[in-house]
Structure formats: C-alpha cells, structure tokens
C-alpha cells in the first residue's frame, strides 16, 4: 500500500499581520529550535541545512502519537506565502523503526476584510518500508492509519494557532 494516505489534516489561524511582509519560507529556515519548540509542546528541535542537490530542506524533530519522528523535508515549492516541503520521514516507535512520506503545506492568503488566514496541512503516505512494518509487525494498514490520522490531527491542530502567531511575529518584526 505504498503511497496509500495514513493521514491528512488541515488547520488554520489568524495571522493579525500585514499580508506583504508575511514570508513563510523565510520565517521557517530562520526559525530558532526554542521558537520552534514555543509552537507545541512536542516539538524537540529544528534546522536547516540543503540536500545533496543544494535544495532548502527543514529538518524537525517531534513526537507525535508517541513516536519519535526525524522529518527531512525538502523543499518543493516555495513563494512568501506558500511552503510545500515533502520528507521520508524515521519514526521511531514502541515496536521499531520505520518510515512515512510526509508533505507539509504552509500557506498565506488574504481576506475580504483584509486580515490574512494560515493553513497547516500535513498528508502522510506509506512507504515500502512502513508496509514491511506493519506486516512484520501484523497491524492492519487501516489500524494504523486510524492512530496515525488521530495523534496527526490532534498535533497539526495544537500547532497551527501557534506557528500562525510566530509567522504574525517574524513579519511584525520585518522593517
């Protein structure tokens, strides 16, 4: 079932900030692991670093669902008002380690009445890996997703008023 959808959630918040000077990808490769982990109390640690390629990639560090997940995102698209980055993301869980693709979707957009509404999207896949794992391990692909699309949501929908308020902050700050 490689490439089946294990989860998907969507989230979005306020951002009390002028449209213009909102640059999600700036605010993301500049942000500092404390501020990072200010946005959820799972949150461990941050980065950013390139691929072999000199790609921008964000590198994370979070727990989620009890599971420890490493999240090498590469960028895929990037303006000031839409991120897309997608990660075959470790997870390190009670029963092992295994992987997941995960694409995250950051984006801006402005309102009738002027103020400026943030989305936080997350889609998480099976890789062959996680199928391996799952079979190996005889948990029912829909088993896993159900906990996984539980403990995802519950997580993107913490963080999403919070990286909404930290973005407001970056571009409050911008001269």
Not at 42 to 54: S, Y
Not at 109 to 133: C, K, M, P, W
Request: with cysteine; proline share 4%.
């Amino acid at each position: 079932m490689a490439g089946a959808i294990l989860s998907q959630s969507s989230f979005t918040a306020i951002i009390d900030a002028p449209f213009e000077k909102i640059d999600i990808p700036a605010w993301l490769y500049a942000l500092p692991t404390a501020e990072y982990k200010r946005c959820s109390p799972d949150h461990i640690a941050c980065g950013a670093t390139f691929a072999d390629d000199g790609t921008r990639m964000s590198i994370n560090v979070e727990r989620i669902g009890g599971a420890l997940l490493v999240q090498n995102y590469v960028e895929r698209h990037a303006d000031p008002h839409d991120l897309k980055l997608v990660s075959i993301t470790d997870v390190f869980g009670p029963q092992g380690r295994t992987t997941s693709e995960v694409t995250w979707e950051l984006s801006a957009r402005r309102l009738e009445d002027g103020r400026v509404e943030y989305r936080n999207s997350v889609i998480a896949r099976a890789t062959d890996a996680f199928d391996a794992f799952i079979k190996e391990h005889g948990i029912a692909f829909a088993e896993a997703a159900a906990a996984r699309q539980k403990a995802s949501s519950v997580h993107n929908q913490g963080e999403t008023p919070l990286f909404a308020r930290s973005i407001e902050k970056a571009a409050l700050a911008k001269r």
